[in-house]
């Protein structure tokens, strides 16, 4: 496991930006695929997007393709969630999550052992 800690959330109105960031501990970060889940009230928590490793591949969830856009910076251990164009509906906590090594089945949660404490997204009409 690998400890995460995001940064990145707040307030902003219906057509606007947030960058989310999440720092991991350990020398061995560019092994893991990184993930980004949000969860709204009384909602479960949902995949939005992945940036695998091996593979070097990202997905984001049909919900916010087009608008988010996922990346990491290997040297820096840091994977980003830039969003763009921003909907009351993505108002959430959003969550960073890790996994060590390649999985097909990122979307997931059950498939990282890793998770950060949160960031909360609120998008206001």
């Known amino acids: 496991q690998v400890q995460l800690v995001e940064s990145g959330g707040g307030l902003v109105q219906a057509g606007g930006s947030l960058r989310l960031s999440c720092t991991a501990s350990?020398?061995?970060?560019?092994?893991?695929?990184m993930a980004w889940f949000r969860q709204a009230p009384g909602k479960e928590r949902e995949f939005a997007a992945a940036?695998?490793?091996?593979?070097?591949?990202?997905y984001v969830a049909d919900s916010v393709k087009g608008r988010f856009t996922i990346s990491r910076d290997n040297a820096k251990n840091t994977v980003y969630l830039q969003m763009n164009t921003l909907k009351p509906e993505d108002t959430a906590v959003y969550y960073c999550?890790?996994?060590?090594?390649?999985?097909?089945?990122?979307?997931?949660?059950?498939?990282?052992?890793?998770w950060g404490q949160g960031t909360q997204v609120t998008v206001s009409s």
């Open positions: 350990g020398r061995t970060f560019s092994s893991y695929t």
């Open positions: 940036a695998l490793t091996y593979t070097r591949m990202s």
């Open positions: 999550a890790a996994r060590r090594g390649y999985s097909a089945n990122y979307r997931y949660t059950t498939d990282y052992d890793s």
